[in-house]
């Protein structure tokens, strides 16, 4: 049950940093789409791990749960982004440093 639990939450994570890719990708937020792009591949490899990994001892009952995470994730994004991104934004916070140097004319 362990594995079925960490399938389903690692497709709906991959699913709604997915989400956030494309919004960061229409936004032109570079530095965000970078970071979120570390974030999708963790997901995508833990999500793959355990789905694989019970494939292999010939349990199916995983890709019950790997579908249903990713139809979760992507109707969670969808529908409740706006409600959270106050919350996410620890992990795409911009450091930006406002000193900058007068270029001489």
């Known amino acids: 049950m362990t594995n079925y639990l960490l ?3 690692f497709q709906i994570m991959f699913n709604i ?7 960061f990708t229409f936004e032109n937020k570079i530095r965000s ?13 833990g ?11 010939g349990d199916y009952i995983g890709v019950v749960f790997y579908i249903a ?4 994730g992507k109707w969670f994004a969808m ?6 991104k106050d919350k996410l934004k620890p992990f795409f916070k911009k450091h930006i440093n406002e000193k900058r140097s007068k ?3």
């Not at 789409?33 to 490899?45: F, H």
């Not at 999500?47 to 001892?57: A, E, H, I, N």
């Not at 995470?69 to 979760?72: C, V």
């Open 33 to 45: 789409l970078l970071i979120n792009s570390v974030w999708i591949n963790l997901m995508a490899l």
């Open 103 to 105: 270029v001489p004319n």
């Open 47 to 57: 999500s793959t791990y355990y789905s694989l990994d019970g494939l292999f001892k």
């Open 17 to 23: 940093f997915k989400v956030m890719e494309i919004k």
């Open 79 to 84: 529908v409740h982004y706006e409600a959270i």
């Open 7 to 9: 399938i389903l939450f």
């Open 69 to 72: 995470g990713s139809i979760i």
